[in-house]
């Protein structure tokens, strides 16, 4: 069983709701124990407790939330170089398509990266014409179809990852034929 | 007047079609030479040739096609460090919206700085949720309503921008009341 | 005659130290009006000041510090789509190369790109094997030859750019024999 | 036992030797099966083959080289979507520190997150001054101790966390005590 955590900052409640799909999305899989924080109520403790993360921002001039960059930057000076080696995902939710959301999703994940962390989008399609190749995405209808589908095939994402690489359970990830 | 390159490589026909509407938004300001190039027939000369360019790329694996790099890589032992200070702005067709087109822009951008170039978005909306604010973004749908005013607008920025910059000419930019 | 505003946030003293280099370099070309200002005396009356400007923000954890990123998320409410047209380049003090001075720059060129501002880097090199192609970079050695060579460097040349598009001297670029 | 890929491009023959040095590094771990290959000598069936990878480019433009992207473009066709779930790293050869060593590195990154690969970088410094938080970078000194050590310590790296999340062996971790 992993710990996953799916952390967010959302100023118009649009990153939470991606938050809540991605949440539904993780517990699909079943045997994880999941947890759904803000940053507003989380600290260092949360991401020492995961295994794996989904962290959502939103896309403010096409890059991470002073808010969401002021929580790492913080827990940095106890936690950076201790925690290496968590597997870890993101999504963002922006005011329109082509306005920043995949390079938000950059920016967070070279966030991540710099933490040591093994970081991954997913290759499926959430609909036609959508897919959360750099992390799920939205702009202002992140209830649409393809924006739920996007955030909940990420959480799944995580989950099975979780049991591969975590759990060490391959039976977990049917899609992919390949021993890893 | 200005001399505006809009430059591509196509694949499946969608990064030419953008091409065309950006063209058609250059074309809009009125007093520019417009130029526009498949890289299949564009050598050196015209990049030397221009003042002020779109580059438009097939998203593929999320950054720029191998051909579109090819064009630059090869070109730059005669050209590199030889034309700095030229405008430019970029665009890029994908098969899916969180597919990688914004970041293919970043990765083309990125390129462009590396020559030199003062590089640019459009802060405007071209419809609702849809905006070229690192380049004009199109998935498979090229002449939806919202796709096809990205380009145009990309396209009719880069003849403004041409005016301010290029030929000096402030009134062309009638949005922006400040004073360059 | 352009005003040209060096901005920036420092922790350690090494990204103001980067910016009075850069200073000095923007000084070089004599004519232009060059302010100096920390992010913690500076607000949106700067901004608006601003012609030309260089931005300097601490690599902290790959990316601009929360402190830089809030500057800029404040005043977008007010002057977001009402300043577009500004020339910009950057540069960032980090803790090593590798350590993502780069990618910080990028992140920083970014939001300047979401502002609708035209931003750049610097062709020229430094010294041997150092170069500000996509901002000044520095380590620890924030006073070392090569790290504030490509300070002056990014300066002058942002005041050369000043010259050109700003004031419209074309003449004050001696090393470009285009004709823009 | 993992099966580990170090695959580069080389136009300058230093790209090779990073390379030659990731390789040293990942047979460090001693139980992993480690294979160095050019592109030149590499298909898809080496990609298939690999649990883990680490992939070298030249900086050319601050970008990965057109060859490079030739190479995973085409494979694309076949393997695309079918081989999610390897983890990865990179490394990159410039010219100059500052000239884009660290964007190429990202640029690499993000085409193997699209192709569903976990990615990341190293923690750890190499020297004063010297880290590969986004993969191994060098300029043209590539035998410098540091530059050396950063290509040792990223093949390190992908070895022991072959053993981990390939291998599941948590003790060929010793640096990090959290239990996974």
Not at 95 to 100: D, F, K, Q, T
Request: charged residues 20%; aromatic residues 10%.
């Amino acid at each position: 069983m992993a710990k996953i955590l799916i952390i967010y900052h959302s100023n118009s409640g649009r990153t939470e709701q991606m938050a809540k799909f991605v949440t539904e999305g993780a517990k699909m899989i079943g045997h994880h124990e999941v947890r759904l924080k803000s940053i507003d109520n989380a600290d260092k403790s949360d991401i020492l407790w995961a295994n794996a993360l989904a962290v959502g921002t939103p896309t403010n001039l096409g890059a991470v939330s002073w808010q969401m960059k002021k929580f790492w930057d913080e827990i940095s000076e106890e936690l950076w170089g201790k925690i290496d080696g968590k597997i870890a995902t993101v999504f963002s939710a922006s005011a329109s398509y082509g306005g920043g959301n995949e390079i938000t999703c950059l920016n967070m994940l070279s966030i991540l990266i710099n933490y040591g962390f093994l970081v991954f989008g997913v290759t499926d399609y959430a609909g036609a014409d959508f897919s959360p190749h750099y992390g799920a995405i939205s702009a202002t209808n992140v209830n649409g179809k393809n924006e739920r589908a996007g955030c909940v095939l990420l959480g799944k994402r995580l989950g099975e990852w979780a049991s591969v690489f975590v759990d060490h359970k391959q039976n977990d990830h049917p899609r992919f034929s390949i021993k890893l």
